[in-house]
């Protein structure tokens, strides 16, 4: 009752609690596609390569502006992206190990940057520490306004280019012999899962953004093999997640509400993993205890009727 009452009554909570269930959904629903086209580090990469472009969004203009900030990490992701798909393109590295060295040189020029900042005067000031583990407390109006905006676009572009979509993440070879422009269109993807991780490390940071993009859509594919209930429960799961983990948070001293959302969704993974139908390993043991059973009663009905035969031609 205490909780519903500060979300009635309080607007800094039910402003956070919007933003953190909005940013669920979002990733929750982009996430899908990352888990299905086997690309899911491609947000951590992207998360962790956007550090250095919000330390140098802030160097050319000095302001702690968060649209300014976002903007500058935006393009760094772009420029992520980029590379990957030039290493992957031009040489024999494969699509993992180029993630892999995009992720660690990237993050470690934004270490870099970030250290230079803190030794200037004023810079600590900045709090731009907080991009690494995020602070999902400070959300203001503006920022649940931005996820909203983002995510209603995001849903558009995904609901007008549906049929794209799906043929291009389950099998891209056979989209290019129907005339689809597959390559261009798994780009596409990438750049809209970028945005999603530039709205969402504000709150989560670099660090842990990419669970929450991920988690839902591992957690949803363990309960269906339909996109579009994959996708619907993958939104409900992250935006359940954001809900529960801000309301956790706030509730209780001390405790950061980024990571409590990644400790939420994590707990609905482990519960669909183990008890999923189809999928869940609950599922499959007693599964696998049933067959056995009805495997031992067939054999032994075999038995019995070989047996009778033996004894009937004997007679």
Known sequence: MNIIHLLISEHTFRTVAMGCMLLGSVS???????????????????????????????IITQVKNTEILLLGALVVGMICIGLIQIIQNNTKIKFDSALAFILSVFFGLGLVFLSYLNKLPGANKSGLNKFIFGQASTFVERDVKLMLYTGVILLIIIILLWKEFKIVVFDPDFAKTLGFPSRKIEIFISVLLVVTVIIGIQAAGVILISAMIISPGVAARQWTD??????ILSGIFGGLAGLTGTLISMTQSDLPTGPVIVVVISIIVILSILFSP??????????????????????????????????????
Do not use: W, Y
């Open 278 to 315: 189809k999928r869940g390993i609950i599922f499959r043991i007693v599964m696998n205890k049933r067959r056995k059973k009805i495997f031992k009663e067939q054999l032994k009905n075999k038995k019995i009727k070989q047996t009778n035969v033996q004894r009937g031609l004997e007679l």
């Open 226 to 231: 339909k996109l579009s209930i994959m996708i």
């Open 28 to 58: 929750g629903i982009l996430g899908c596609f990352a888990v299905l086209r086997k690309q899911s580090l491609l947000g951590d990469a992207v998360s962790h390569a956007s550090l250095p472009g919000v330390c140098i969004a802030f």
